[in-house]
């Protein structure tokens, strides 16, 4: 068994154990008082007691308590009636009740009507009652953070720590107020393990989510020019960041990417051991002999063992080997996780190939930042000679001040990874093209268009066979409708190779 270097021997391990199971009311903690006193808030109408929360009254809400939650556009408190009709058990509220639409008729239709608790804003009272549904488990939480591979790495975590014992994980990118108390909300009392992400749009965010998860593992995956107009520079991307890892217990573990300055730095805010990630030199976790091919990415893990992984690039070894940590902080064999790994399913629109009548579309269009866009360009560079390599990039967003140089230095970062044909989409893409004119691109190889129609266009009469095309954007520029239209129009047929970007944080 390959370990990790200066391991300790203190390595928290939890039990063994199938899947999570259905859940039931039976036993629940959610009884209107119970719920009440965690919120702060006060029993309106006494019920049965809830078997776990929504905030989807939409759903199949039976058995379920409904937090009626308010937005910028939206008030949930004006669908308390299709809640209670779709079988919500409960209903947490801050108006009062005369103020719920249609509630005494709805509630009239039920052999039982449901409880009620009225609370001072809704919004908080979730948290809160996430916060006390955490606090009354034992489950491991492993916390997920970074500017990207997030959610890449939580699935790939998730999946592992599935195959060895009960584990639940954050669904798609349920990273933020409401999402992470969904997760938690998953636990049960057989649940050994719950994987959270956990992101940000502006400071503060990351800390008081993890004073809710309350977790024994941290990963911090890299620090990168992501959501700088709420988060500032670099610098205050990466004191967001280090919330997660200031969270952590002493008898917990923190997972850095050891090649991330600001990652590394990280170490001095924590009270948990570290351990740290690297794909240039020996750290607790490392690869060496990184190469990419038809079927992904091969790598030697602590430079000895031979593993593959079923997506492309290198930012996808980082998310590895933090899987590894992490899976093998919990308990599960090398030979498991290594299994599980190799198993995973590619995650949709994250680097995902899609052969096309000989021409590989990389679709990247999750969403995009500077170090996503370089990651996904490595990856490309990387493969073997063939068909010419075209990077297709829309507008990266939530730049703020630094939006023109960021986007000029990708043009730079085009070039540099020897891209044979640039496309940029949009009037906002334009700094992209700019950079690679002024990094020594030839302009006939540089198109700008429009438009994502006009880009099809370009595309549709520009490709042939052997092309391998990577298509990326923020994803309000919604460049998946240009990787959807040229699939179309050319017939797909499933890749063999597999790849998953990074995403935002």
């Keep these: 068994m390959v370990a990790p270097m200066n391991r300790?021997?203190?390595?928290?391990?939890?039990?063994?154990?199938?899947?999570?199971?259905?859940?039931?009311?039976?036993?629940?903690?959610?009884?209107?008082?119970?719920?009440?006193?965690?919120?702060?808030?006060?029993?309106?109408?006494?019920?049965?007691?809830?078997?776990?929360?929504?905030?989807?009254?939409?759903?199949?809400?039976?058995?379920?308590?409904?937090?009626?939650?308010?937005?910028?556009?939206?008030?949930?408190?004006?669908?308390?009636?299709?809640?209670?009709?779709?079988?919500?058990?409960?209903?947490?509220?801050?108006?009062?009740?005369?103020?719920?639409?249609?509630?005494?008729?709805?509630?009239?239709?039920?052999s039982?009507?449901?409880?009620?608790?009225?609370?001072?804003?809704?919004?908080?009272?979730?948290?809160?009652?996430?916060?006390?549904?955490?606090?009354?488990?034992?489950?491991?939480?492993?916390?997920?953070?970074?500017?990207?591979?997030?959610?890449?790495?939580?699935?790939?975590?998730?999946?592992?720590?599935?195959?060895?014992?009960?584990?639940?994980?954050?669904?798609?990118?349920?990273?933020?107020?409401?999402?992470?108390?969904?997760?938690?909300?998953?636990?049960?009392?057989?649940?050994?393990?719950?994987?959270?992400?956990?992101?940000?749009?502006?400071?503060?965010?990351?800390?008081?989510?993890?004073?809710?998860?309350?977790?024994?593992?941290?990963?911090?995956?890299?620090?990168?020019?992501?959501?700088?107009?709420?988060?500032?520079?670099?610098?205050?991307?990466?004191?967001?960041?280090?919330?997660?890892?200031?969270?952590?217990?002493?008898?917990?573990?923190?997972?850095?990417?050891?090649?991330?300055?600001?990652c590394r730095a990280m170490a001095a805010v924590t009270k948990a051991e570290v351990q740290f990630t690297s794909v240039s030199r020996a750290t607790d976790w490392f690869a060496t002999d990184v190469r990419f091919h038809s079927l992904g990415t091969t790598f030697l893990l602590q430079g000895e063992r031979p593993v593959t992984l079923p997506r492309l690039g290198t930012h996808n070894v980082y998310n590895a080997l933090a899987v590894i940590a992490a899976a093998s902080r919990l308990g599960v064999a090398e030979e498991d996780v290594l299994r599980a790994l190799a198993a995973v399913p590619s995650a949709a629109r994250r680097l995902e190939p899609k052969l096309v009548a000989g021409i590989t579309v990389f679709d990247d269009t999750y969403n995009m930042n500077p170090q996503s866009a370089a990651a996904a360009l490595q990856a490309m560079a990387g493969l073997a000679a063939g068909g010419r390599r075209i990077a297709v990039f829309g507008a990266m967003r939530e730049l703020g001040t630094h939006s023109e140089r960021l986007h000029r230095d990708l043009g730079t970062e085009v070039v540099r990874s020897s891209q044979d044909l640039l496309v940029c989409v949009g009037d906002d893409a334009a700094p992209i093209a700019e950079g690679a004119l002024a990094a020594g691109m030839a302009a006939a190889r540089i198109h700008r268009v429009a438009d994502v129609d006009a880009a099809f266009a370009l595309l549709r009469g520009l490709v042939r066979e052997g092309d391998r095309i990577l298509c990326k954007a923020s994803r309000k520029v919604a460049l998946d409708r240009l990787v959807d239209r040229l699939v179309a129009s050319l017939g797909v047929t499933e890749a063999k190779g597999g790849g998953a970007a990074a995403e935002h944080s």
């Design 8 to 110: 300790s021997d203190q390595a928290a391990r939890a039990g063994s154990g199938g899947r999570s199971r259905g859940r039931a009311a039976r036993g629940s903690w959610l009884t209107p008082a119970a719920v009440a006193k965690a919120t702060g808030g006060e029993v309106v109408q006494r019920g049965q007691a809830a078997a776990t929360v929504t905030t989807d009254s939409r759903s199949d809400c039976t058995g379920k308590l409904f937090v009626a939650l308010r937005g910028q556009n939206h008030d949930a408190h004006a669908f308390v009636a299709d809640a209670i009709a779709a079988g919500a058990t409960g209903l947490l509220v801050d108006r009062p009740r005369h103020e719920l639409a249609e509630f005494e008729r709805a509630a009239a239709l039920r």
């Design 112 to 262: 039982a009507a449901p409880f009620v608790v009225r609370v001072a804003d809704t919004g908080t009272a979730l948290l809160d009652l996430a916060a006390e549904h955490r606090r009354r488990h034992r489950a491991k939480v492993i916390g997920i953070t970074g500017s990207c591979g997030k959610t890449s790495t939580k699935e790939w975590l998730g999946a592992v720590l599935a195959s060895a014992m009960a584990t639940v994980r954050s669904p798609g990118s349920f990273n933020n107020q409401i999402g992470v108390p969904l997760t938690l909300f998953a636990i049960e009392p057989g649940t050994k393990a719950a994987v959270v992400e956990i992101g940000t749009n502006a400071p503060g965010e990351i800390a008081q989510l993890s004073a809710i998860a309350r977790p024994d593992v941290g990963i911090v995956t890299c620090v990168a020019p992501a959501h700088l107009e709420g988060l500032g520079s670099l610098e205050g991307v990466a004191r967001e960041k280090a919330a997660l890892p200031a969270s952590l217990p002493e008898d917990g573990l923190c997972i850095l990417n050891g090649d991330d300055a600001a």
